[in-house]
């Protein structure tokens, strides 16, 4: 079983950026796809970006490509999210999400397929 906490979101100005931390407890977080997906106040959980459990596959969404990336660090057993180029439109809470993932490396993109979920962290883009 794996647990999640997320971390840093806070409010930032349009166009500026902020990185998304996730730790993992356990000791197989290698062996674990990862993502990040969010929901904004009256719409649905949506998901912004995955990465495979060794990191050589990455998703992302079209909202976020070419300003977002989800990165990893599995010694360390984090996720991390860097949003740059934010607008007002990236504000939600932010989930990290993980599966237990065998080969070949797994980018899941639906919330369905994840097992295990932080609690969020907000994430306010805002003159």
């Known amino acids: 079983q794996v647990q999640l906490v997320e971390s840093g979101g806070g409010l930032v100005q349009p166009g500026g950026s902020l990185r998304l931390s996730c730790a993992a407890s356990g000791r197989t977080f290698s062996s674990y796809a990862m993502g990040w997906f969010r929901q904004a106040p009256g719409k649905e959980r949506e998901f912004v970006a995955a990465i495979s459990r060794n990191a050589i596959s990455t998703a992302y969404a079209d909202s976020v490509k070419g300003r977002f990336t989800i990165s990893r660090d599995n010694a360390k057993n984090m996720l991390y999210l860097q949003m740059n180029s934010l607008k007002p439109e990236d504000a939600a809470v932010y989930f990290c999400?993980?599966?237990?993932?065998?080969?070949?490396?797994?980018?899941?993109?639906?919330?369905?397929?994840?097992?295990?979920w932080g609690q969020g962290t907000q994430v306010t883009v805002s003159s």
């Open positions: 999400a993980g599966v237990y993932s065998g080969p070949p490396p797994r980018t899941p993109r639906r919330s369905d397929e994840y097992d295990y």
